[in-house]
T-cell receptor, first 114, second 113 residues
Framework: DAGVIQSPRHEVTEMGQEVTLRCKPI?????LFWYRQTMMRGLELLIY????????DSGMPEDRFSAKMPNASFSTLKIQPSEPRDSAVYFC????????????FGEGSRLTVL | AQSVTQPDIHITVSEGASLELRCNYS??????LFWYVQSPGQGLQLLLK????DTLVQGIKGFEAEFKRSQSSFNLRKPSVHWSDAAEYFC???????????WGAGTKLIIKP
């Protein structure tokens, strides 16, 4: 079975540019999480969807960040405008249940903002 | 406050030696406990989980962990490490009423040949 698929794997952009990260969760999973990982702050939960509906976006750092899940097989995380402090690895994870804690992570999108 | 502490930032172990990674938690509800592993350049992978029942749980890749409620600990063990076990290991805690996992800072495992 295919796992969680993220694209792009690497993105280098200049400050002020728009960045869109994409995620395809595992088929049949109804929960989707976006995480950010940095050396300084570790893993941070940005937003959580259940059945395509955003449940909690309190982890989204600023209004520059937005996320959508138009259907069960696709989600995007957008940063506009991007800033150097957004440089991080962004992970998408899906889960088969609401409170199982069993997360299946993608390989991540490494974002570098110059 | 809810928290997960992994006291060791790095651990170096010789190949073939035994391993124990420590995890302590502070959590108000009955905890669900997890260990995840992250290989370089990869996402996290679930090693094992504890929800209830037998306090010694077996996971993938030969790992096991023991839940000790009195010590608020969930330490990860492996009797004999392989070079391919070099990775970062994360402990996490959740519950049946909270989707959000609380993550430890991770322990980086280095294997000496």
């Amino acid at each position: 079975d295919a796992g969680v698929i993220q694209s792009p794997r690497h993105e280098v952009t200049e400050m002020g540019q728009e960045v869109t990260l994409r995620c395809k969760p595992i088929s049949g999973h109804n929960s989707l999480f976006w995480y950010r990982q940095t050396m300084m702050r570790g893993l941070e939960l940005l937003i959580y969807f259940n059945n395509n509906v955003p449940i909690d976006d309190s982890g989204m750092p600023e209004d520059r960040f937005s996320a959508k899940m138009p259907n069960a097989s696709f989600s995007t995380l957008k940063i506009q405008p991007s800033e150097p402090r957004d440089s991080a690895v962004y992970f998408c994870a899906s889960s088969p249940g609401l409170y199982t804690g069993e997360l299946f992570f993608g390989e991540g999108s490494r974002l570098t903002v110059l | 406050a809810q928290s997960v502490t992994q006291p060791d930032i790095h651990i170096t172990v010789s190949e073939g030696a035994s391993l124990e990674l420590r995890c302590n938690y502070s959590y108000g509800a009955t905890p669900y406990l997890f260990w995840y592993v992250q290989s370089p350049g990869q996402g996290l992978q679930l090693l094992l989980k504890y929800f209830s029942g037998d306090t010694l749980v077996q996971g993938i890749k030969g790992f096991e962990a023991e839940f000790k409620r009195s010590q608020s600990s969930f330490n990860l063990r492996k009797p004999s490490v392989h070079w391919s076990d070099a990775a970062e290991y994360f402990c996490a805690v959740g519950s049946d009423s909270n989707y959000q996992l609380i993550w430890g800072a991770g322990t980086k495992l280095i294997i000496k040949p």
